[in-house]
């Protein structure tokens, strides 16, 4: 079992910043990739980011140049910096970590809205 803990989401202005986090714990061996979706009102979940044990990275084209997706794993703990933020950013963001062995898991969400 793997629980994942988010943190980080908020309401900021138009071109403002935040910083999601997500810690996993639980009994596992070691993680896999570790990434973010976000899923707005009346839209499908889709993914933001995601990182690799290795540090490989890959990032929807809307938020490249943007959003920057880090690691550390010695705390299994995945790091979302979103910059130049943008009204069609509001969405809760989910995280996830895809152990070794197991099914993904995913964190509860949290909300980031966007003021204009």
């Known amino acids: 079992q793997v629980q994942l803990v988010e943190s980080g989401g908020g309401l900021v202005q138009a071109g403002g910043s935040l910083r999601l986090s997500c810690a996993a714990s639980?009994?596992?061996?070691?993680?896999?990739?570790m990434g973010w979706y976000r899923q707005a009102p009346g839209k499908q979940r889709e993914l933001v980011a995601d990182?690799?044990?290795?540090?490989?990275?890959n990032y929807a084209d809307f938020v490249k140049g943007r959003f920057t997706i880090s690691r550390n794993n010695a705390k299994n703990t995945v790091y979302l910096q979103m910059n130049s933020l943008e009204p069609e950013d509001t969405a809760v963001y989910y995280c996830y970590a895809d152990p070794s062995y197991s099914r993904p898991y995913w964190g509860q969400g949290t909300q980031v809205t966007v003021s204009s």
């Open positions: 639980g009994r596992f061996f070691s993680i896999n990739a």
């Open positions: 990182i690799t044990s290795g540090g490989d990275t």
